[in-house]
């Protein structure tokens, strides 16, 4: 069952979410960039790794416009968030080099706008030289704004058959911050988020377009659609299956039941009184929300400090870190660090907000939230609470939480195949009004259709999915704590922050599918991730046990940082799926006993 190295995971699928590196040897080999992992790699993480169609629609885009062999491109959904990126490179650039960095928008074709149940897409290029491309990076990855690689996939065929076309209108970089960005309305005509113009060259005799044009050829939109998709996605549909996610994410729909249902359920009952859909927005991915929100606070309440709170997800600290006027680090997430942060605010500091996570990632660590909360409520700041880690049918944050943000790629989908991600508004949360007219001005939405479908389709069942999962996942970590072999479980049922925990916890709630486990030595941890017959990569919450050696990953670069804050960097963390549970307790049993050997 173990999948090749570099092979998608789950296998045998074309938008995997994970990648497979399936020994420690490979995990290092790949923050290493050494070939032999390269090399196999034919997919990875989104956010870490573009998708091979996306680096396809970037060699068409650059052939067209621009010169392949000094310039590439990242590509978004926007031209706001294309010009997040652009900003970001010029930033780091001389004055001099950033006149190299330009964005080209590429709209649909008169053929391709062929009424309001159509689906088409804008698309909005960086180029720049290749070697700003580590620049780049960072905000494809930090942001979660790049595009998905579904809609790279249509963009490519809509690109090489004449439906997807270069604006030739001319705009220079300095009026791109003046364009008005309206949401959250997507599916628009030229003039709108489908369409604003940006100039670029036209493509030369030694980088023609391609020769096949549907739309000259008479082919219109409606024909490409039906041969990409069928007859079951239109504007129509991915904006249904979008309410019936929303309204699963508000906690108003937890039945499994089809879309028609799903749209008729009323909407009460949900995580808090009041809420609705309406106080869900969609992203396309996790980490887009945790960006967007802050994005939104420094539009809402202007530039201040935020507030880091636990040792969090690597991506959640650059962001704070990169945009906006900085962070206060409290990596510990402990009740010394609380006192910390209450001296500083009575000595009259402010801040913007304070993110944290419930439990953290990959300590399983939960925060004083009712602590945090009186403490934004009396010195006023925002709550951000990334509840990713066990979902909200375990817990429920929201109730002191300005804004949750959770990643819908993990458990709400399952099966590794769709990214997503999502903020949900307190109702009754101090900054509630000020935060709707803030989103209600900015917020755009380009989560792409097709994604918002598979999503959908994956969440259905996500109810009785956790319900196995906590299951199954306090079976393996009893297992795993009662045998010597092991140094430390973490998982939030056996964390000295358990009683906070426990007290946001759900009538029926569990304590999640993730842990993460240490061994006495690092040739120990090696042998039980080599052993473990389990697919092996990045991502978490999925429907099949998946484990990876996270903080190599995460914190390859800042393995001794990591290790102040009590992280150790041969940790191996494990995220459990829906396997028979005799069947597991045998794979890590085997796993165990490769330890011993190595001990003995």
């Not at 939030?492 to 906070?500: D, V």
């Amino acid at each position: 069952m173990l999948q090749a190295l570099g092979g998608p995971v789950p296998p045998n699928t074309d938008h995997a979410v994970s990648v497979s590196l399936p020994t420690w040897r490979a995990n290092i080999g790949y923050e290493e960039g050494e070939d032999w992992v390269i090399s196999k790699m034919q997919c990875g993480y989104p956010r870490f790794f573009v998708h091979p169609t996306i680096q396809k629609l970037v060699g068409e885009i650059i052939q067209r416009v621009g010169d392949h062999e000094t310039e590439t491109a990242t590509l978004f959904a926007s031209l706001k968030t294309a010009q997040l990126c652009h900003s970001f490179i010029i930033s780091k650039v001389s004055d001099e080099q950033s006149q190299k960095v330009r964005i080209v928008n590429f709209i649909p074709s008169p053929h391709a706008e062929a009424g309001s149940t159509s689906i088409t897409s804008s698309l909005v290029s960086v180029i720049y030289p290749k070697e700003f491309a580590p620049i780049a990076k960072q905000v494809w990855q930090h942001s979660g704004n790049g595009i998905s690689s579904r809609r790279g996939e249509f963009c490519l065929r809509a690109l090489q058959d004449g439906l997807l076309v270069e604006d030739k209108g001319s705009v220079t970089a300095e009026s791109l911050s003046q364009r008005p960005c309206k949401g959250p309305r997507r599916y628009q005509g030229r003039g709108s988020l489908s369409g604003v113009a940006w100039g670029a060259s036209t493509p030369t005799a030694s980088s023609p377009a391609p020769t096949t044009n549907g739309a000259e050829d008479g082919r219109d939109n409606a024909q490409f659609i039906e041969e990409r998709f069928g007859r079951n996605l239109s504007a129509l549909y991915a904006t249904q299956a979008k309410i019936a996610v929303r309204k699963r994410i508000a906690g108003v729909l937890t039945a499994d039941v089809e879309l028609p249902e799903a749209l008729e359920t009323a909407s009460s009952g949900g995580r808090v009184d009041d809420i609705s859909e309406e106080d869900v927005l969609l992203y396309p991915s996790g980490m887009s929300a945790i960006f967007n929100a802050h994005q939104t606070l420094l539009s809402a309440r202007g530039p201040m400090q935020s507030i880091c709170f636990g040792f969090p997800y690597t991506d959640t600290l650059k962001i704070l870190q990169k945009w906006g006027p900085g962070c206060l680090f409290y990596g510990h997430g402990s009740s010394e660090d609380l006192d910390d942060l209450e001296t500083r605010l009575k000595n009259g500091e402010r801040f913007l907000g304070l993110f944290t996570e419930a439990p953290s990632n990959p300590l399983l660590k939960t925060p004083d939230l009712v602590r945090i909360r009186a403490l934004a409520d009396q010195y006023g700041f925002a709550v951000v609470v990334d509840e990713t880690i066990s979902n909200f049918l375990n817990i429920n944050v929201l109730p002191y939480a300005d804004i949750v943000a959770s990643s819908l790629t993990k458990i709400f989908s399952g099966d590794s195949n769709v990214m997503g991600g999502s903020v949900i508004l307190n109702p009754h949360g101090n900054y509630y009004q000020k935060l709707k007219e803030t989103y209600a001005r900015d917020y755009e939405d380009i989560y792409w259709a097709e994604d918002a479908v598979f999503l959908e389709r994956n969440s259905r069942d996500f109810v009785t999915r956790i319900d196995k999962i906590n299951s199954t996942s306090e079976e393996i970590t009893a297992m795993l704590k009662a045998s010597p072999l092991v140094k430390e479980v973490y998982y939030p049922k056996y964390s000295h922050t358990r009683p906070l925990y426990d007290s946001l916890r759900n009538p029926n709630g569990g304590y999640g599918g993730l842990f993460s486990v240490t061994f006495h030595s690092n040739a120990e941890a090696i042998a039980f991730y080599d052993t473990l017959e389990v697919l092996k990569g990045p991502s978490l919450g999925t429907n099949f046990t998946i484990s990876s050696p996270y903080v190599l990953l995460a914190h390859y670069g800042e393995l001794d940082w990591a290790r102040s804050f009590n992280v150790d960097p041969d940790l191996v963390r494990i995220s459990v799926g829906l396997e028979d549970l005799a069947d597991l307790r045998s794979r890590f049993q085997r796993a165990l006993e490769a330890v011993e050997k190595v001990k003995n």
